[in-house]
């Protein structure tokens, strides 16, 4: 199998706090993560690839200050989403990349955070 | 910057018919994979296309790889509701960043 989880799946938090968003492979290990944001009825925007034991890699025009990333071991990644503002409301969801049949980098999902701020 | 155009956007069709979504690129894949999801849930991995020509069927969804590997299609047979989602498809950069282009995704709707 390969189930990625995700929590919380949802958030609501005031404007100017921070947020932290975990992302775990539960069955494999993943070096290599990935957090995507989700507008309404848009496709995925991937945001930055997190690699564990190194500094994750931003997509331009991502604020990696705003957005920090930590990938502390082979099964868990973290997005910190700090002094949120509304604008940052959004779904967000990662993906940890699991090698398939020997050779093929798959990603799978988690089921992805609903994040509001008021 | 590699983009992967999907058409249609949206479809809307009753049960029982048939549909192709298209994902097109000017760029080369080392592997394309097709999801589906659902609304607010992440996507969920339908099939992983790596040879080029290759075709291969998941039950009522057959899907084929284009020969240069730049181009997929998702044919679905005899529409169901429960086929009703958002279909994205997604290439693997050739640069070994294991990073996705995804496409700009087909809203699928079917009316039983």
């Known amino acids: 199998g390969a189930v990625v989880s995700q929590h919380p799946s949802r958030v609501i938090c005031k404007s100017g706090t921070s947020v932290k968003i975990e992302c775990r492979s539960l069955?494999?290990?993943?070096?290599?993560m990935f957090w995507y944001r989700q507008f309404p009825k848009k496709s995925l925007m991937l945001m930055a690839t997190?690699?564990?034991?190194?500094?994750?890699?931003?997509e331009q025009g991502v604020e990696k200050d705003k957005f920090l990333i930590n990938h502390a071991s082979l099964t868990l990644s973290t997005l910190t989403v700090t002094s949120a503002h509304p604008e940052d409301s959004s779904f967000y969801i990662c993906s940890a990349s699991k090698l398939d049949r020997g050779f093929t980098d798959t990603q799978y999902f988690g089921p992805g955070t609903r994040l509001t701020v008021l | 910057t590699q983009l992967l155009e999907q058409s249609p956007q949206f479809l809307s069709i009753q049960e029982g018919e048939n549909l192709t979504v298209y994902c097109n690129s000017s760029s080369v894949f080392s592997s394309l994979q097709w999801y589906r999801q659902e609304p607010g849930e992440g996507p969920v991995l339908l099939v992983t296309v790596v040879t080029g020509g290759e075709v291969k069927k998941l039950k009522r969804l057959t899907f084929q790889f284009g020969d240069a590997r730049k181009d997929s299609s998702l044919h679905i047979t005899a529409a169901q509701p429960g086929d009703t989602g958002l279909y994205l498809c997604a290439g693997a950069e050739t640069s070994g960043t294991y990073k996705y282009i995804f496409g700009t995704g087909t809203r699928l709707k079917v009316l039983a």
């Open positions: 997190s690699n564990e034991g190194s500094k994750a890699t931003y």
């Open positions: 069955d494999f290990q993943a070096t290599t």
